[in-house]
């Protein structure tokens, strides 16, 4: 096997036929070849894209394109483990445990993909939201509707190799395997998800919607199992709770019965959203457009301000949706939260990213009445605050870049993605004083590192909250488990370790291993 770069063109890079011509001529008549690695450099004028290849003396010397197999034994019978949330940690848990042989039961307490969209529409068109079965809630979590991005800063790349190539034998599509910022799409998710769960029922696991943990049964200061919808208990040689960044009902119900929990800092802020045109001419350095074949692009922006405490402040890009849409994500009436994200071709009109800054527990001195859950209470009331000021409903409010810089309500808005509709207002009014500060010296310094970022052309809606959990759920370094309830197994966003799908799964997997080795007397190879 011999290594191979090509600096190629967008043209040639991504025009299959093209591109394979070249390539063949590259790795020499009779070889075979496997991409490793596809990015685009766009750190120049002439933007390229440098494709790395593996080079095999012939089709038959070419390995599997993935070595993961869907050969699952029946666990039907075996020892069992609950899991609470089907989102991306929940559902690779599950996964691994069969894997082992152990009959994993996840718990969802929203819908399933099919008839969750439904609610997404009520929340769209009605501005009616469901607690249990929106944005956020529900199977796949608060990734199955959104852009679907797979990269993670981890390190561990054979961990990160192996979620990926799960997804690929689930439906995904190959390249993601070596594209350099791999994602799917809001359009495919749903379909790769569906085949996740279709693979734990297959093995003989269960998967049960609409089933609300509402209390932990607790014997002997061990987690037996879980109450569901106030009526019925399932028991567990251990349960791995995997409820996501937005389980406000979980943390209350951790923080009630005495089960330690830390309040932890998060960031907040709001998703700008600029023409898509834009931010390719100032990317890819082109005077009309990015042209056929080159991908919708992207950025990520930091800064850092000086806080009241004297200290830095970081403020962030965050889940920048290219090509992408605006979406509402609250998860109870009464509050206005906003997210993104993007189909798999990219291919809407807009780009949109949050935009948020840190908030750190020091901030939160106000809030020391409410302990542990006083981040989420912070978090709580600033989303309360955007939807009142609007009307009650899912109408954002909204106002131009400049104009909010220089503290001007916007005489008008730009069209949206956002599909409730904006309500040009002062952000000030809705944002606490440090957020609205951060950001206005923010979008300035933008403006230098990416010119033409700082411009009316572009709107700042609010409020993006979600952006990791309020709240930490304690674990052992080394065991995983609860730092005090033994069975207990805190897991992905919602517990405090991951953020986003990638991380997530990876983190469900070292959960489920965790508890294979300390409870069900399993080896992992």
Request: aromatic share 8%; hydrophobic share 35%.
């Amino acid at each position: 096997m011999k290594k191979i770069e090509l600096k190629l063109r967008p043209e040639e890079a991504f025009d299959e036929e093209v591109f394979h011509q070249l390539a063949q001529k590259k790795v020499g008549k009779g070889a075979a070849y496997r991409i490793v690695k596809r990015s685009v450099d766009a750190r120049q004028n002439q933007v390229w894209v440098r494709v790395h290849l593996e080079r095999f003396p012939n089709e038959a010397a070419k390995p599997p394109l993935i070595s993961y197999r869907k050969d699952y034994p029946n666990v039907a019978s075996q020892k069992e483990v609950i899991i609470v949330g089907a989102g991306p940690a929940g559902l690779f848990a599950a996964l691994r445990l069969i894997e082992h042989n152990i009959k994993p039961i996840v718990i969802e307490r929203g819908k399933d993909v099919k008839a969750r969209r439904r609610d997404l529409a009520a929340i769209n068109k009605d501005h009616v939201v469901n607690p249990d079965s929106n944005y956020c809630f529900g199977e796949g979590g608060a990734g199955t509707y959104s852009d679907g991005k797979l990269y993670t800063r981890s390190k561990k790349r054979g961990d990160v190799q192996r979620i990926l190539e799960i997804f690929v034998a689930h439906g995904a599509r190959e390249e993601i395997l070596y594209d350099a910022h791999p994602h799917i799409g809001t359009n495919k998710l749903p379909k790769i998800v569906t085949e996740l769960r279709e693979s734990i029922l297959a093995a003989g696991g269960e998967v049960h919607f609409d089933s609300k943990v509402t209390d932990f049964v607790v014997e002997n200061g061990e987690l037996k199992g879980v109450e569901v919808n106030n009526e019925s208990t399932i028991k567990g040689d251990a349960v791995i709770l995997a409820t996501g960044h937005s389980a406000r009902d979980i943390f209350a119900l951790l923080d009630s019965k005495g089960i330690t929990i830390e309040e932890k800092p998060f960031a907040l802020g709001v998703r700008i959203e600029h023409p898509q045109n834009l931010i390719d001419r100032i990317q890819y350095h082109c005077e009309t457009d990015r042209g056929p074949y080159l991908p919708a692009s992207s950025y990520a922006l930091v800064n850092q301000v000086e806080a009241e405490n004297g200290k830095n402040r970081g403020v962030f890009s965050f889940c920048m949706c290219p090509g992408g849409f605006i979406v509402p994500a609250a998860t109870a009436p009464g509050e206005l939260v906003v997210n993104g994200m993007s189909p798999s071709r990219r291919d809407s009109k807009f780009a949109n990213s949050g935009m948020v800054v840190s908030v750190e527990l020091d901030d939160l001195k106000a809030y020391n009445k409410y302990g542990r859950l006083a981040a989420m209470q912070f978090q709580k009331e600033v989303e309360q605050k955007a939807c009142n000021i609007t009307g009650g409903g899912q109408t954002a409010p909204a106002q131009r870049m400049v104009d909010f810089v220089e503290g001007k309500v916007s005489s008008s808005l730009n069209d949206t993605s956002y599909q409730p509709g904006l309500s040009s207002l002062d952000m000030t009014e809705v944002l606490p004083d440090f957020i609205a500060k951060s950001l206005r010296k923010s979008f300035k310094a933008f403006g230098k590192k990416m010119k033409g970022y700082y411009t009316n052309e572009a709107q700042i809606i609010g409020v993006e909250s979600r952006t990791s959990s309020p709240v930490r759920i304690p674990r052992n370094k080394e065991t995983l488990e609860h730092v005090s309830l033994s069975r207990l197994y805190p897991c992905g966003e919602g517990a405090g370790y991951a953020g986003g799908i990638v991380s997530a799964a990876m983190d469900g997997e070292r959960c489920a291993e965790a508890v294979l080795m300390k409870y069900l007397n399993k080896q992992i190879l």
